[in-house]
Nanobody, 111 residues
Framework: VQLVESGGGLVQPGGSLRLSCVAS????????MNWYRQAPGKERELVAV????????FYSDSVKGRFTISRDNTKNTVALQMNNLKPEDTAVYYC?????WGQGTQVTVSS
């Protein structure tokens, strides 16, 4: 069972990034999937959730209207499109599903 994130990097405020998470080793289409993030010195926080069918989503107040979670059950992938990024979005972003964590991908928003 494995989750592998990609797509992080350095971006200027107001910019965009798209994170991707590829799942393997479990029946992806049956599981809700989540994105979390953890900033330095802070607790890990839930950012977005998508249900197994992709029909329902949830966003934290801090990212609502700027981030979009999506999934492709034919490719076992879940994505997080992040627009209008702010310095406070700087964190390690983690994919989670089926009680498994990915290794994380660093997102840094700075001018």
């Amino acid at each position: 069972v494995q989750l592998v994130e990609s797509g992080g990097g350095l971006v200027q405020p107001g910019g965009s990034l798209r994170l991707s998470c590829v799942a393997s080793g479990f029946p992806f289409r049956f599981y809700d999937m989540n994105w979390y993030r953890q900033a330095p010195g802070k607790e890990r926080e839930l950012v977005a959730v998508i249900n197994n069918a992709g029909a329902a989503t949830f966003y934290s107040d801090s990212v609502k209207g700027r981030f979009t979670i999506s999934r492709d059950n034919t490719k076992n992938t879940v994505a997080l499109q992040m627009n209008n990024l702010k310095p406070e979005d700087t964190a390690v972003y983690y994919c989670r599903g089926a009680s498994v964590w990915g290794q994380g991908t660093q997102v840094t928003v700075s001018s």
